[in-house]
T-cell receptor, first 113, second 110 residues
């Protein structure tokens, strides 16, 4: 299984600012994903981070709000831009193994005031 | 479109057996996953079914019927530490990603 780390683990931010979340994997992976989990709810896929090309966003999520970088096969970043209190959530990075199993990072708990 | 339904909450007694059901409608189905998530932690993998039938792994078993769009997770000999949310997720072929249900919050009582 892959070992995934995320930074920061948590943050409290002011409305209107932006936060970049980093995801590091201990092995090269083809597929990396970013999820959001709002309080008391299940996981919602934000986008698939593609190495060497633009991320693929799910319905309801746009690049201007959630720009994603994937410079190599072990690293990705998600930026939450122009934050509002509605963006308060846990953001999780995930990678897929060759057997389609997905492993999750520990998550970044974001609170927007 | 896609849709996954699970009960929101369940309660069961320590030592008992509980079955958590999941029904789904999706295009491009390529397997069904069950994850366990304790409060404040990331989801952890429990099982993966791609063919019809029952997969057993210790106290946990998972069943899939693709024709019925139905799966269940069976937990035996419940322990207090099994109190957690259980997430059903469909692996979408083509998109190669997971679509999650709303999750079932299981509470195990003495």
């Amino acid at each position: 299984s892959a070992v995934i780390s995320q930074k920061p683990s948590r943050d409290i931010c002011q409305r209107g600012t932006s936060l970049t979340i980093q995801c590091q994997v201990d092995s090269q992976v083809t597929m990396m994903f970013w999820y959001r989990q709002q309080p008391g709810q299940s996981l919602t896929l934000i986008a698939t981070a593609n190495q060497g090309s633009e991320a693929t966003y799910e319905s309801g999520f746009v690049i201007d709000k959630f720009p994603i970088s994937r410079p190599n096969l072990t690293f990705s970043t998600l930026t939450v831009s122009n934050m509002s209190p509605e963006d308060s959530s846990i953001y999780l990075c995930s990678v897929a193994s060759s057997y389609n199993e997905q492993f999750f990072g520990p998550g970044t708990r974001l609170t927007v005031l | 479109g896609q849709n996954i339904d699970q009960p929101t909450e369940m309660t069961a007694t320590e030592g008992a057996i509980v079955q958590i059901n999941c029904t789904y409608q999706t295009s491009g189905f390529n397997g069904l996953f069950w994850y366990q998530q304790h409060a404040g932690e990331a989801p952890t993998f429990l099982s993966y079914n791609v063919l019809d039938g029952l997969e057993e792994k210790g106290r946990f078993s998972s069943f899939l019927s693709r024709s019925k769009g139905y799966s269940y997770l069976l937990l035996k000999e419940l322990q207090m530490k099994d109190s957690a949310s259980y997430l059903c997720a469909v692996f979408r072929a083509g998109a190669n990603n997971l679509f999650f249900g709303t999750g079932t919050r299981l509470t195990v009582i003495p």
